[in-house]
């Protein structure tokens, strides 16, 4: 998971992404979520769905897939 983790955080400014939260022990109280939550933003949904499309993080993704399971959701930011 190594591999992934210090490639993705290098992927992440060339995307104009920025890493919010990284819990690696979530206390997860309701639901089936993983014990580990990370939120990235990126200045619009259209960017984060570019950069999820992107032959960059295609490829992130097979390094991703042989240590874990995940749930990836793309929102728009909460507004006041």
């Known amino acids: 998971m190594v591999p992934y983790i210090k490639k993705f955080t290098a992927w992440l400014p060339t995307v104009g992404a920025r890493l919010l939260i990284r819990d690696l022990q979530a206390d997860v109280r309701e639901g089936t979520p993983g ?3 990370i ?3 990126f200045d619009s ?3 984060a769905v570019t950069a999820y499309e992107s032959t960059e993080y295609q490829e992130l ?4 897939l042989q240590h874990s399971d995940l749930s990836l959701t793309i929102t728009e930011k909460l507004l006041d």
């Not at 993704?61 to 991703?64: E, K, T, Y």
């Open 45 to 47: 949904k259209e960017k």
């Open 39 to 41: 939120i990235v933003e």
């Open 61 to 64: 993704i097979n390094l991703r």
């Open 35 to 37: 014990s580990v939550n």
